[in-house]
T-cell receptor, first 112, second 116 residues
Framework: EAQVTQNPRYLITVTGKKLTVTCSQN?????MSWYRQDPGLGLRQIYY???????DKGDVPEGYKVSRKEKRNFPLILESPSPNQTSLYFC???????????FGPGTRLLVL | AQKVTQAQTEISVVEKEDVTLDCVYE???????LFWYKQPPSGELVFLIR??????QNEISGRYSWNFQKSTSSFNFTITASQVVDSAVYFC?????????????FGSGTRLQVQP
């Protein structure tokens, strides 16, 4: 089944404790992206990647890092999480000549 | 800059009523894409439809229909004979053709509650 997976689905952590949210897709998509969803704001793009080893900032990149060492994986790294990063995070992917992005199931993060 | 406005924050209807969710967008791109996604209470984002800016044909899929009007920059979504399972947050999104990034600009969402 074609899908985007994320782990963990739920995470509670404390300020300053580094964490990684993994994202993997099995559709051989070149493009992958991370969004965060906050009430009243919809979804906003954090980082995106056009292909392996090619990443760039989205609209709200501060406090986040990403890497794209393999085509299928695009982890989101929070080096020193803060409470304002409490949010619902979505990973998305799409193929080279496609316009529709397919989203993972989401990761709910609470930073205390 | 791109912008998507979903003015209806929350709508409540009774089952079998028809309901229309409004979406108004702003973009300077001449070619762009519009989307609707559904977010049920479980939280995932479910793709419903994509519409290209050069195709203004309306679309119907079962109880769902979409009305794209370039003249008013609107892409409204109608559910006919609503059901309880339609209860969700619905997002309208706009995809531009900027170099590479292809970020989707989302509206703030409309929460639809269908009462039995």
């Amino acid at each position: 089944e074609a899908q985007v997976t994320q782990n963990p689905r739920y995470l509670i952590t404390v300020t300053g404790k580094k964490l990684t949210v993994t994202c993997s897709q099995n559709m051989n998509h070149e493009y992958m992206s991370w969004y965060r969803q906050d009430p009243g704001l919809g979804l906003r793009q954090i980082y995106y990647s056009m292909n392996v080893e090619v990443t760039d900032k989205g609209d709200v990149p501060e406090g986040y890092k990403v890497s794209r060492k393999e085509k299928r994986n695009f982890p989101l790294i929070l080096e020193s999480p803060s409470p304002n990063q409490t949010s619902l995070y979505f990973c998305a992917s799409r193929g080279r000549n496609q316009e529709t992005q397919y989203f993972g199931p989401g990761t709910r993060l609470l930073v205390l | 800059a791109q912008k998507v406005t979903q003015a209806q924050t929350e709508i409540s209807v009774v089952e079998k009523e028809d309901v229309t969710l409004d979406c108004v967008y702003e973009t300077r791109d001449t070619t762009y894409y519009l989307f609707w996604y559904k977010q049920p209470p479980s939280g995932e984002l479910v793709f419903l439809i994509r519409r290209n800016s050069f195709d203004e044909q309306n679309e119907i899929s079962g109880r769902y229909s979409w009305n794209f009007q370039k003249s008013t920059s609107s892409f409204n979504f109608t559910i006919t004979a609503s059901q309880v399972v339609d209860s969700a947050v619905y997002f309208c999104a706009l995809g531009g053709m900027d170099t590479g990034r292809r970020a989707l600009t989302f509206g703030s969402g409309t929460r639809l509650q269908v009462q039995p």
